[in-house]
């Protein structure tokens, strides 16, 4: 199930049983030049109950099929500290064919750290 925004949307993984959300991601895509859309998952969860059962690989399935139907070149996710990503959850990126690309450095400014 797709909230959708003018760039971007939340996802939604619904459990068919209860009627609950099970997870969601928040998604958006960037465009580069002309013709080219870079999808970024901004927020990635699925709730702590869920997990386990395949709402995450269901979840990344319906994202992963948003970036295809917007025409996206690639998409990333890039662990924020509001985008918990542990070893599992890198995992499962994996088989859906997300590789690790960059090294992010940061310097803060004006003695903030």
Request: with cysteine; aromatic share 12%; net charge neutral.
């Amino acid at each position: 199930m797709y909230v959708n925004s003018p760039n971007g949307a939340v996802i939604l993984c619904i459990d068919d049983e209860s009627g609950r959300i099970a997870g969601a991601s928040i998604v958006q895509y960037e465009q580069l030049f002309q013709h080219e859309r870079v999808g970024v998952i901004v927020k990635f969860y699925v709730r702590k109950s869920y997990r386990g059962m395949g709402k995450g690989r269901e979840l990344l399935e319906s994202t992963v099929k948003w970036f295809d139907e917007k025409d996206c070149v690639f998409s990333e996710v890039v662990p924020t500290a509001g985008l918990d990503i542990d070893q599992l959850t890198i995992n499962l990126f994996k088989k859906f064919g997300y590789t690790n690309c960059a090294i992010a450095l940061r310097r803060y400014h004006n003695g903030l750290s």
